[in-house]
């Protein structure tokens, strides 16, 4: 799986392993470490080690190949609690649980929703990017963070999954994601535009810069749907698709997610609340044949019981 990166300016003076660690979150650290090692890469088209300090505007080669752990092999274990919203001959409308993995990673090598749906629909195992390479992510035009449950489509084939593809890099999928958040804005609505940058601190994270040159565009709209007293019950609209991009958004915002383990404020979370409280609710796109299509997904029962026990103040 030949990839070909040039470093941007914000990775200037970062580790090679801790670069491309960055770029390839399905894969960890020391499987890449193995790589570079191994001789998978190449800056400037010379050898490098992993501790190699990067430079702006250098170019890196990287034979990736995929961890041995990492099973592309069908898995029922899942049972049902995978909901089939939606199927035709074209796509797949699941509503994902909070806990499961979208696809393969090496910090999560198998039960996954690409696992049950290898199990359940084969020929997916031939629609997607990087097919020859070994893709460990076959009809997924998008995925949803473990924690976060909700709406996810699936492209049945190669024609659909070109389309879906295409639909969500122009933005025209519409999303709304419900969130509880600690902490209390002022005003009912609002936005926020910050670009994403990678930590350079953790590469499983991301964080936000004033920089309109660095990181990748990103911009949330949200709106107060219910006011408690120390918590704020939101629909965020992404615009744009980035990893962790509500998370990050609200965090910067000063709202963090509730539950949040990677981005929020543990001792505000409310006592009753046993996962991130974030649900992906809606999602509405366009289908090649013109027709528009709409799925929702209700709040889950534990989300729902968590905001029962919460007084909410009317404002």
């Known amino acids: 799986m030949a990839k070909e990166l040039i470093v941007p300016q ?22 890449i470490q193995k790589l570079i090692k191994k001789g998978n890469v190449s800056i400037n088209n010379k050898p490098a080690l992993p501790s190699k300090k990067l430079k702006t505007g250098e170019l890196i080669n990287f034979d990736l190949e995929l961890p041995p752990e990492i099973s592309l092999e069908p898995d029922e274990s899942l049972g049902d609690k995978i909901k089939i ?18 696809h393969p990673a090496s910090s999560q ?11 359940h629909y084969p020929p997916i195992k031939s629609v997607g990017d990087n097919l020859a390479a070994g893709n460990t992510r076959p009809g997924l035009v998008h995925r949803l963070d473990k924690e976060t449950s909700g709406v996810m489509i699936i492209a049945k084939n190669q ?8 639909q969500f890099q122009q933005h025209r999928v519409i999303k709304k994601y419900i969130a509880l958040v600690n902490g209390s804005p002022e005003d009912n609505s609002g936005k926020i535009e910050l670009n994403i940058v990678r930590s350079k601190i953790n590469p499983t994270k991301n964080a936000v810069t004033s920089s309109k040159t660095l990181g990748r565009r990103a911009l949330t709209y949200w709106k107060v749907l219910r006011r408690f007293p120390d918590h704020i019950l939101l629909e965020a609209s992404p ?34 609340l046993g996962r991130m409280f974030l649900h992906a609710e809606y999602l509405s796109f366009e289908a090649q044949s013109g027709e528009k299509f709409s799925f929702n997904s209700a709040l889950p029962q534990e989300l729902e019981e968590c905001l029962k026990n919460m007084p909410y103040v009317v404002r």
Do not use: C
């Open 85 to 102: 919203i939606f199927e035709n001959d074209d796509f797949l409308v699941i509503d994902k649980p909070s806990g499961i993995t979208a």
């Open 159 to 166: 024609p659909t999954f070109l389309w879906l593809k295409k």
């Open 10 to 31: 914000e990775y200037a003076g970062t580790r090679l392993d801790v670069f491309l660690a960055a770029h390839f979150l399905d894969f960890s650290r020391s499987w």
């Open 109 to 119: 090598p198998r039960g996954t929703v690409v696992n049950w749906l290898l199990a």
């Open 239 to 272: 615009k744009t698709g980035r990893m962790h991009q509500i998370r990050v958004h609200l965090k910067a915002a000063g709202w963090p997610v509730a539950g949040d383990k990677k981005y929020g404020s543990p001792r505000l979370d409310p006592k009753h």
